[in-house]
C-alpha cells in the first residue's frame, strides 16, 4: 500500500465536520489534509458530497506525487 487515507468524523455543534488526510505510507509524508464542515440535518447527502470531494483531490495529489518522483526521485 503506497498512500493511506486517514479521517476522522465527528459533530460539531449542529453541523458534521469530516477531517481527512493523505499520507505516502512508506515516507509517513503528509501530502494533503483538509476538513469539511455539513450541517448535520443534510447528513444522508454529507457522505456523497464528502467522498467525492475528495476523490476528486486525491486524483490529483496522488498524480501529482507520482509526477514529482519521477522527476525528483
Do not use: F, N
Not at 469530516?18 to 489534509?33: N, T
Amino acid at each position: 500500500m503506497r498512500y493511506l487515507l486517514e479521517g476522522s468524523i465527528r459533530p460539531v455543534g449542529d453541523r458534521i465536520r469530516v477531517s481527512a488526510q493523505l499520507i505516502e505510507s512508506s515516507s509517513g509524508e503528509h501530502l494533503w489534509a483538509e476538513k469539511y464542515d455539513r450541517p448535520a440535518t443534510e447528513m444522508s447527502d454529507v457522505q456523497d458530497d464528502v467522498i467525492a470531494e475528495i476523490i476528486g483531490t486525491l486524483d490529483a495529489q496522488i498524480s501529482t506525487a507520482e509526477l514529482l518522483k519521477k522527476v525528483w526521485p
